[in-house]
Structure formats: structure tokens, C-alpha cells
């Protein structure tokens, strides 16, 4: 059956990095565009960073470019975000979505919490 799994997630200070990984098994993983959401408490979810299935095109939220890389690795069906000089605004439980639009697929993560605090 699909499975989107995110991992990586913690406890780290302002300033510090951390990376997310994506695990997804269960279809076709190249096909699929794959995007990093995050939602804050009392927010609405908002897009971080998403990747197209060839890895060739990249789109940042404004807060985070510069600073959050998407990539991944089709080999091990796996995306991930390397997070650095995280901010406290940058707290949030980030979901992983696999999406092939085209045809109204869509899966999503269970989500995994950032917390960024010193």
C-alpha cells in the first residue's frame, strides 16, 4: 500500500540545521512531484519547498530561500529538505506530499515536528 513516511524532525536552537527526510513506497515515486508543507499552530498549511519528479525544477517559499534546499533521491524513493539557520518562525509540524496532478493523485505525510527554541 502507499506509504509517506517523514522523519527528522526535533528540538534545536535558533541558528541551527536540521534535515527532513521522506520516505515513500507503494507507487511510482519518479513520476511524482514531491513538496514540503509546514503548518504552525493557529496557521493555515503553506508550501515550503517542492521538487519536480526528475529533480530538474525546484520553487521556494520566499521565507526560506536561501536558507532550505529541497532535493531527492529517486533511487531510494526518498525527498528530502536540508533546513539551515532555522527560526523560531520556522516552528511547525511539516507534512510531505506526493502529487501527480495530471491525474488528481495526491498523498500526504503524517507529518513531523520542528520545533525551533532555545
Known amino acids: 500500500q502507499v506509504q509517506v513516511v517523514e522523519s527528522g524532525g526535533g528540538l534545536v536552537q535558533p541558528g541551527g540545521s536540521l534535515r527532513l527526510s521522506c520516505a515513500a513506497s507503494g507507487f511510482t515515486f519518479s513520476v511524482y512531484d514531491m513538496s514540503w508543507y509546514r503548518q504552525a499552530p493557529g496557521k493555515e498549511r503553506e508550501l515550503v519547498a517542492a521538487?519536480?519528479?526528475?529533480?530538474?525544477?525546484?520553487n521556494y517559499a520566499d521565507s526560506v530561500k536561501g536558507r532550505f534546499t529541497i532535493s531527492r533521491d529517486n533511487a531510494k524513493n526518498t525527498v528530502y529538505l536540508q533546513m539551515n539557520s532555522l527560526k523560531s518562525e520556522d516552528t511547525a509540524v511539516y507534512y510531505c506530499?506526493?502529487?501527480?496532478?495530471?491525474?488528481?493523485?495526491?498523498?500526504w505525510g503524517q507529518g513531523t515536528q520542528v520545533t525551533v527554541s532555545s
Open positions: 521538487i519536480t519528479g526528475t529533480g530538474g525544477s525546484t
Open positions: 506530499l506526493a502529487d501527480r496532478r495530471r491525474y488528481g493523485t495526491y498523498y
